[in-house]
C-alpha cells in the first residue's frame, strides 16, 4: 500500500455541515457549548457556522451571535462558510478568522443552493476574495460537487479544475474538493486530487466527503495516497446539504481519527474527549446517531475473557 502523509488536519464541520440540515433548532447556547467542546479536541480548524441567508439556511441564522461568543483557543483556526459579499461582511463584523467561500462545480446545484448561475456565483465571490484581502482575511474555496452533481451526473475533471484554477487566479489561497452527495469513488478521489496538486501546487487542498454510499473512509485513503493533509470531517457524521436530494452525512470524524491513528498518521484529534462529544449528539439533535465506533470501542478497547475460562485453563490463572 502506498504511504501517504505522517501527519494530516481535521477540519470540523459538525458545527456548520452538520447543524444546517437539522429539523431540530439548536440553541444559540448548545452550539457555543459544542464548539467549545470541540476545541479541546485537537483540531485544526473549526467550521463553526454558515454567514448565509436565514431564509436559505434557518437553522444558523444566529451566525454572528454564535462566533462571537464560542471561546478561542489558541492554535485553532475558527472558519465559516461564505457565500457571497453580504456572508462576507456579516463573517469579519463576528471576528470569523477564516472564509471558507462556497460554489459548486455543476450548473443545477449552483442555482439550487446558491441561486446564482456558476458566472453570477463566480463573480460573486471575486469581489468576496478582493474584499477579504483588502481587510486581510485569508479565504479557502470549497467547490460543491466536485466529484458528481445528483441533478447533473458526473462532472468533467476539467470543469472542476478550471474553476479551481481560476478562483486561485482570483486570490483563494486553499480550494476544497467537496464530494457533496457521496458520488465519489476511490480511484477518481485519487485521479483529481493528482491533477489537483498538479495543477495548483501552492495551494492548499482539502477533500471534503460526505458517506451517503459507504465509501468516504475508502475515499480518504484514496486521497491521502495521493498526498492530501487536510480533510474536512464532522463529528458523529451530522451533516448535509439542504439543497441536494439525498445528501447525507459527512465522514464521520472519530472514524476518521481512529483510523489514522491505527496507521500511525497523526492527526492532532484526541478521539476519548471526541467521543465523549459524539455521545452528546443525540440529545443536542434529538435523534439517534448510529454509529459503529462508538458501540464497538477503539480497537484495543478489549473486553473481560468469558468468567468460566479461569476454571477451564487453571494452570495460566
Ligand atoms: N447573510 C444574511 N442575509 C443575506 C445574505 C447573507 N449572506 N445574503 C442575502 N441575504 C438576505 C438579503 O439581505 C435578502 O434579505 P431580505 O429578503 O430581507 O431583503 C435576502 O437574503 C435575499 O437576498 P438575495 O441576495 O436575493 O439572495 P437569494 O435569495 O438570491 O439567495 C444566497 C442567495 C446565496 C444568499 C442564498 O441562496 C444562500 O444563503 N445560500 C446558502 C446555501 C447553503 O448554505 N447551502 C449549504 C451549504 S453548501
Ligand atoms: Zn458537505
Known amino acids: 500500500m502506498n504511504h501517504g502523509p505522517a501527519r494530516i488536519e481535521i477540519n470540523e464541520v459538525g458545527p456548520r455541515d452538520g447543524l444546517q440540515i437539522e429539523k431540530t433548532m439548536v440553541s444559540t447556547d448548545d452550539k457555543v457549548a459544542f464548539v467549545d467542546a470541540l476545541s479541546d479536541c485537537g483540531y485544526a480548524r473549526i467550521e463553526v457556522t454558515s454567514f448565509t441567508s436565514p431564509k436559505a439556511i434557518p437553522a444558523l441564522a444566529d451566525a454572528v451571535d454564535v462566533m462571537r461568543r464560542i471561546r478561542r483557543r489558541p492554535g485553532v483556526i475558527y472558519t465559516a462558510l461564505v457565500p457571497n459579499v453580504r456572508g462576507l461582511e456579516r463573517a469579519l463584523e463576528a471576528g470569523t478568522d477564516e472564509m471558507n467561500l462556497v460554489m ?24 468576496v476574495l478582493a474584499a477579504a484581502a483588502k481587510a486581510g482575511a485569508p479565504c479557502n474555496v ?20 478550471d474553476l479551481a484554477a481560476r478562483l486561485v487566479d482570483a486570490g483563494a489561497a486553499g480550494i476544497t474538493l467537496c464530494d457533496t452527495t457521496g458520488m465519489a469513488f476511490p480511484t477518481q478521489v485519487a485521479a ?18 460526505h458517506n451517503t454510499r459507504g465509501m468516504a473512509l475508502a ?11 487536510r480533510f474536512d470531517a464532522a463529528a458523529g457524521g451530522l451533516g448535509g ?41 443525540p440529545g ?6 448510529s454509529n459503529a465506533l462508538l458501540q464497538a470501542g477503539p480497537r484495543l478497547a478489549l473486553h473481560a475473557p468469558p468468567a468460566w475460562l479461569a476454571e477451564r485453563f487453571p494452570a495460566d490463572a
Do not use: K
Open 142 to 161: 470549497s467547490l460543491s460537487t466536485a466529484f458528481g452533481c445528483p441533478f447533473d451526473g458526473d462532472v468533467p475533471a476539467d470543469t472542476v479544475l
Open 219 to 229: 475515499n480518504a485513503i484514496a486521497a491521502w495516497q495521493t498526498g492530501i493533509t
Open 192 to 209: 483529481l486530487c493528482e491533477q489537483a496538486a498538479a495543477r495548483l501546487p501552492s495551494t492548499a487542498l482539502t477533500v471534503h466527503l
Open 104 to 127: 459548486s462545480c455543476s450548473e443545477t446545484h449552483n442555482r439550487a443552493n446558491l441561486r446564482m448561475t456558476r458566472d453570477q456565483s463566480f463573480a460573486e465571490l471575486s469581489q
Open 241 to 281: 446539504c439542504p439543497y441536494a436530494p439525498g445528501a447525507s452525512g459527512n465522514v464521520n470524524t472519530e472514524e476518521l481519527v481512529h483510523m489514522f491513528a491505527c496507521m500511525d498518521v497523526e492527526t492532532g484529534v484526541s478521539l476519548e474527549p471526541l467521543l465523549a462529544i459524539v455521545r452528546s449528539l
Open 284 to 289: 443536542l439533535v434529538q435523534r439517534d446517531l
